[in-house]
Structures are given as structure tokens and as C-alpha cells.
Nanobody, 120 residues
Framework: QVQLVESGGGLVQAGGSLRLSCAAS????????MGWYRQAPGKQRELVAA???????NSADSVKGRFTISIDNAKNTVYLQMNSLKPEDTAVYYC??????????????WGQGTQVTVSS
């Protein structure tokens, strides 16, 4: 079984920083893409940023210049450094991983979510 374990959420004042981590464990042959999505109350889940194992990134316009996604392939871990946080960044942040599992093929996994709250 594959698990995604997230950490790093919390409460921060506007202008502050947080770093989210998501570690994938299990019988992983290869990471295709790992990323972060978020869902605020009453809103749809949206992509925040994603990164391939080769380091190609994609991010939402709303976080460009403030958030940085990175990956450590040796640790199967993706990070999201969030700077200059705004109250509108408040949401539950979910890790997502598109993985190739030994002998089984390609599967998509979600973490349990971590709350990020930015106070004004």
C-alpha cells in the first residue's frame, strides 16, 4: 500500500511563511508527478503547484512568485514553501501523487489534507 503523509500546516499571520512536506511511502517504482491542491470552504479543490520527478513545475497564477514547489526523489518527498501568505490562502492543502507502483502500473493518490490558516 502507498501512503502520503503530509506535515507543516498551521496558523500564521499574513505575510508569514509555512513549509508543507508530503512523503510518499510504499512499493513505488517511479514518481511521475507530485503536487499540492487546496480547498477553501465552499470552493472547489484547485491546483496550487505540481512538479515532475524531472523538476518541471506548474503553479497557479495566484501563488506565482510566493510559493515554490520542490521534490526530493531519493526521499519520495515533495515540499511547498509558502511565503508572503495572504488570508485568501487559507484552505485545506492536499498532497497528490501520480505514481508507478511495482508490478501494478500507474495510480493516483491523495493525502489526508493539512489545514493552513492565514490571519489578517
Amino acid at each position: 500500500q502507498v501512503q502520503l503523509v503530509e506535515s507543516g500546516g498551521g496558523l500564521v499571520q499574513a505575510g508569514g511563511s509555512l513549509r508543507l512536506s508530503c512523503a510518499a511511502s510504499g512499493d513505488i517504482f517511479k514518481i511521475n508527478v507530485m503536487g499540492w491542491y487546496r480547498q477553501a470552504p465552499g470552493k472547489q479543490r484547485e491546483l496550487v503547484a505540481a512538479i515532475t520527478s524531472g523538476g518541471i513545475t506548474n503553479s497557479a497564477d495566484s501563488v506565482k512568485g510566493r510559493f515554490t514547489i520542490s521534490i526530493d526523489n531519493a526521499k519520495n518527498t515533495v515540499y511547498l514553501q509558502m511565503n508572503s501568505l495572504k488570508p485568501e490562502d487559507t484552505a485545506v492543502y492536499y498532497c497528490n501523487a501520480d505514481l508507478i507502483i511495482h508490478g501494478l502500473g500507474e495510480y493516483d493518490y491523495w493525502g489526508q489534507g493539512t489545514q493552513v490558516t492565514v490571519s489578517s
